[in-house]
């Protein structure tokens, strides 16, 4: 068989991967709505508050569903991008998966931290020691922190706009699907801040709609859309 007989194989792997990729997305989002179930209590009932830092679903959500989920979500938003990059809106798909990347890697940065920094704190508040809630608004919640957690956010925010008018501009198929992306991830991460009930529920919904994506967006590619 001759190499321009001999089947694209290297083309037929990558298709395979990016389709088992898409599958990140909606266990990211599982992940998001299930580390928001429970919030944290407001810093200035510091006895809660570290109450609630030192228990093992804070250390889980942190780990599982804010940095595990961040790397969920970058394999996710490279394998949409894989599979629409060939169409008219790889630009956006481009633009939306790098935004995407480096969104995550600051969160991950974030939450990595206080996934180890706020236990410590709380135990020691809980053993007598004095002067932890001074600390850990210098720690914890320190100007760097914040504003690194902040820029993160906005970053995903403008990520998934992006990410989501591409995948709503490659047909009108997925025009909702796109439209769906963009905004629950806004509402997931706006909610944290404002409304935080709805959050877990956005994180579901996001799942949902990712799952759905995953299963359409590859048939639609393979169609010409």
């Not at 009932?45 to 609630?52: E, L, Q, S």
């Not at 850990?136 to 993160?152: E, F, Q």
């Given at each position: 068989m001759s190499a321009s007989t001999r089947p694209d194989t290297t083309a037929t792997t990558g298709q395979r991967a990016a389709r088992a990729g898409l599958?990140?997305?909606?266990?990211?989002?599982?992940?998001?709505?299930?580390?928001?179930?429970t919030?944290?209590?407001?810093?200035?009932?510091?006895?809660?508050?570290?109450?609630?830092?030192?228990?093992?679903?804070?250390?889980?959500?942190?780990?599982?569903?804010?940095?595990?989920g961040a790397g969920l979500a970058v394999v996710g938003a490279a394998a949409v991008t894989a599979l629409l990059v060939p169409g008219r809106a790889a630009r956006a798909a481009i633009a939306g998966l790098v935004l995407t990347v480096l969104a995550n890697v600051f969160l991950a940065a974030a939450f990595g931290s206080a996934a180890?920094?706020?236990?410590?704190?709380?135990?020691?508040?809980?053993?007598?020691?004095?002067?932890?809630?001074?600390?850990?608004?210098?720690?914890?919640?320190?100007?760097?922190?914040?504003?690194?957690?902040?820029?993160?956010?906005?970053?995903?925010?403008?990520?998934?706009?992006?990410l989501g008018s591409a995948i709503a501009r490659t047909s009108r198929r997925l025009r909702w699907y796109g439209v769906g992306y963009a905004v629950l991830i806004a509402?997931?991460?706006?909610?944290?801040?404002?409304?935080?009930?709805v959050q877990p529920w956005s994180g579901f919904a996001l799942a949902a709609?990712?799952?759905?994506?995953?299963?359409?967006?590859?048939?639609?590619i393979a169609t010409g859309g």
């Open positions: 599958w990140a997305l909606p266990a990211y989002a599982v992940l998001l709505g299930l580390s928001t179930v919030h944290q209590p407001p810093v200035e009932d510091f006895d809660a508050y570290a109450r609630y830092v030192t228990t093992g679903v804070f250390l889980l959500s942190h780990l599982g569903g804010s940095v595990l180890f920094v706020q236990p410590g704190l709380g135990r020691a508040h809980l053993d007598g020691v004095a002067g932890m809630p001074a600390l850990n608004d210098d720690t914890a919640y320190g100007p760097a922190l914040v504003a690194t957690a902040l820029s993160a956010t906005f970053l995903l925010i403008v990520a998934a706009a992006l509402l997931f991460a706006l909610s944290g801040f404002f409304l935080q009930p709609v990712t799952a759905a994506l995953a299963l359409r967006l590859p048939r639609i």
